[in-house]
């Protein structure tokens, strides 16, 4: 197909448009190869295909987009000798292994590709040749398109070596720090640049799984069952996610909620249907009629044609007014729907007001709820929400209702002295997706006192009360810190006690007892840190490896979770109760942690499992195409503002609560973390502490604490 490459780009979300610019330009730029070598064709991975079936070919560079998959092709490394193809191409699509995608990186680096920079030079010369190439780029474009799709046939075999310029390496670089598409070429593990602000909203496009637009005929138009048919017909869609707007008889728009964490909230599918009943709500959008007069019992004729000259869909000879009540200043009644009607679902009732002042419904002002990202859920954020997106409420005059606010959500009344809107009952929700990129920065690197060091990796941390923190080292030791993350003393123990060995774990069951994970066995400890007893296991259970990891579920129950991947439950006393998972995880069970939604996650190798009350496995989290974990995840901590983070070796990420991740946190320039990360905790007045390991052979890696930031 001769315009191939141009419907290819034509079919490109923004971003990947302008990727695919820079991929053409870089090429154009090779010294020793031009434009009419390079070939790009539709892309398949394969996860199941072995990369032996690939025959040893190994792509320029891969575009994952939300439309498709592209690949990139040097010729000489695509076809034969004799202009066939080392590997089929059906369609100009191409099927290829995971492992050959994942080997452009390392194809790059045998090759002599890249070059090492230093980190301020290579800034520099990358803010200049993204000045000149941007324009560059707009300007030859088209003509390179052109040679594209005219050499597009041709199969002539090219010998020259591949060597890549400079410009590749930044342009690999910048699309490391900016790929969030899924650039395999560019998944470089040294970042040494960041010149592009993080994007967040990687969320999928609601078009991605709501592809089956016709629902046929259902019932009526309401929500419940609008949604419902949504997913009879799509079944991978997440209906919790999203609510209904503009129904009619025929159609309606299925909106994304801004506390999704799978769908973009700004992507929205209109659906049809043929709905045997609709809603009066369909017809009748105004449900508040101030400045009208009305005499001491006004009659239900007179408020009917109040309601049809602000309702002119209305039917008014398929329902009928009841309930009249009030008078002078408010009157209130029921519409409700007449048996004979063919139209209004038969059990459907709005509640009408009519006022004598200029009061209005809340519902007809405050009618932007889907309020987006906020930085946290402390009621005057959201309250500057609602403000900004509905500039017509008089936000002093509405309160949330109580214990309403969540991570996601929160309910808005009328306060009962309001003036200006009409007092009654009705409640209206608002989503939110509360969200703040800086958690989880690095803050500082906490300077210990001279003579007081941590002697291994400080593998726990727990506040026991307001002014006693204790950490547990690597070392068989147990510390008690200061609210700033300094060390106060190591706990001295009884002279007839110690550990088994080194240590892992602490959960606070109360003010006054600790639990201590070490090798093989459970302690009890003071709230102080010293060692009451070690716990004496039933004769016919034990642990089948050593303790990783400790939570409280409830008073009644504790979970211990194994280095094989095996869950306990255990009693408050640290007793075993029974063992609830055998070795059913990737790896060690590296951290578990109940959220204050009652989920419960647990940390295995590089992925993150949801459990069930009792600690056995509900399901595996998936995370989202494009995204994972760079190592090993090693603690999790909940914030008070119900944020969840994660740390693996060297990262901290952001999760949602159902464990897919979030963000990677961007660490601020010249910020990072000397070791690997072992531990997180937050304390009562809101600081968050990271512990870190300790390499004893390498000078200066000692354990630390970090401060990071919480808002």
């Known amino acids: 197909m001769e315009n191939k490459v141009q419907v290819f780009f034509d079919s490109m979300c923004n971003s990947c448009q302008y990727k695919f610019k820079k991929v053409i330009n870089v090429a154009k730029k090779n010294a020793l190869k031009d434009l009419y070598d390079l070939q790009v064709f539709l892309c398949t991975v394969d996860k199941n295909r072995s990369i032996n079936e690939d025959n040893g070919v190994v792509p320029l560079a ?11 092709f040097w010729k000489e490394d695509l076809y034969n000798g004799d202009g066939s193809s080392k590997i089929k191409i059906f369609n100009n699509r191409l099927i290829l292994s995971q492992a050959t995608i994942d080997r452009i990186k390392e194809h790059n680096a045998n090759n002599n590709e890249l070059t090492v920079v230093k980190k301020k030079q290579t800034q520099d010369i990358t803010s200049k040749l993204i000045s000149e190439n941007n324009t560059s780029i707009v300007k030859h474009f088209n003509r390179q398109m052109v040679i594209m799709n005219r050499q597009n046939l041709l ?15 930044i342009i690999l670089l910048f699309a ?13 593990e040294n970042k040494i640049i960041n010149v592009q602000n993080p994007n967040y909203n990687w969320r999928i496009n609601l078009n991605e799984h709501l592809k089956d637009r016709d629902l046929g005929g259902i019932d009526n138009n309401v929500e419940e069952t609008i949604l419902a048919a949504v997913k009879v017909k ?23 909620k801004s ?3 799978l769908y973009d909230p700004n992507s929205s599918v209109d659906v049809h249907f043929v709905a045997r009943y609709v809603t009066l709500a369909t017809d009748v959008k105004q449900r508040s009629f101030p400045d009208v007069n009305l005499d001491e019992k006004p009659e239900r004729e007179e408020l009917m044609a109040i ?35 063919d139209r209004y679902l038969p059990t459907d009732t709005l509640k009408l007001y009519f006022s004598s002042d200029n009061r ?20 005057e954020t959201i309250i500057d929400k609602i403000r900004e997106l509905n500039p017509e409420v008089y936000v002093d005059e509405i309160e949330f209702v109580a214990d309403s606010i969540t991570s996601k959500q929160a309910l808005i009344k009328v306060k009962m002295d309001s003036t200006d809107y009409i007092v009654n009952n009705d409640v209206i929700k608002v989503n939110y997706r509360v969200f703040n990129p800086n958690i989880g920065t690095i803050k500082g690197k906490v300077k210990q006192p001279a003579d007081k060091k941590f002697d291994n990796n400080v593998e726990s941390i727990v506040q026991i009360k307001n002014d006693v923190i204790l950490a547990a080292t690597w070392g068989s030791t147990i510390y008690q810190l200061n609210s700033n993350g300094t060390i106060i003393e190591q706990v001295e123990q009884p002279a007839d006690k110690k550990f088994d060995d080194f240590l892992t774990a602490l959960v606070k069951i109360s003010d006054n007892i600790i639990l201590a994970a ?17 716990v004496e296991q039933p004769a016919d259970k034990k642990f089948d490896d050593f303790l990783t990891a400790l939570v409280k579920i409830s008073d009644n129950i504790i979970l211990v979770g194994t280095a094989k991947g095996s869950i306990y439950q255990l009693n408050p006393d640290g007793t075993i109760i029974v063992q609830v998972v055998n070795k059913g995880f990737d790896d060690r069970i590296s951290s578990l942690v109940k959220l204050s939604n009652g989920t419960i996650l647990a940390s295995s190798g590089n992925s993150i499992y949801q459990l069930n009350e009792d600690g056995t496995i509900k399901t595996k989290v998936e995370q989202p195409e494009g995204k994972k974990f760079d190592n090993y995840l090693e603690s999790f901590v909940q914030l008070s503002d119900d944020t969840i983070l994660v740390a693996d070796k060297n990262s901290i990420y952001q999760l949602n609560e159902d464990g897919t991740i979030k963000i990677k946190v961007e660490q601020p320039e010249g910020k990072k973390f000397d070791t690997y990360l072992q531990s997180l905790v937050q304390l009562s007045d809101d600081t968050i502490l990271a512990g870190t390991w300790s390499f004893a052979d390498l000078p200066g890696s000692l354990a630390s604490i970090y401060q990071l930031n919480w808002e």
């Open 307 to 341: 309601i049809f000259e602000a309702n002119k869909e209305l039917r008014t000879g398929q329902v009928k007014i009841k309930n009249i009540q009030g008078a002078n200043e408010i009157v209130t009644a029921d519409l409700t729907v007449l048996k004979s009607s």
């Open 62 to 72: 891969f575009i994952f987009c939300k439309q498709d998959s592209y690949v990139f």
């Open 518 to 534: 070490s090798l093989k066995s459970i302690y009890q400890l003071n709230s102080n840190g010293t060692i009451i007893e070690q």
């Open 234 to 256: 799509n079944s991978v869609v997440q209906i919790e996610d999203l609510y209904v707007k503009n129904a009619t008889k025929i159609s309606a728009t299925v909106g994304v």
């Open 155 to 169: 199969h002539s075999l090219k010998t020259r070596k591949m060597i890549l310029s400079i410009v590749l390496v």
């Open 259 to 261: 506390s999704s964490s």
């Open 176 to 188: 490391t720090t900016g790929g969030v598409l899924g650039w395999y070429f560019s998944r470089l």
């Open 360 to 379: 209005k419904l809340l519902a007809e002002v405050l009618t932007n709820q889907e309020l987006g990202d906020i930085i946290n859920k402390k009621p």
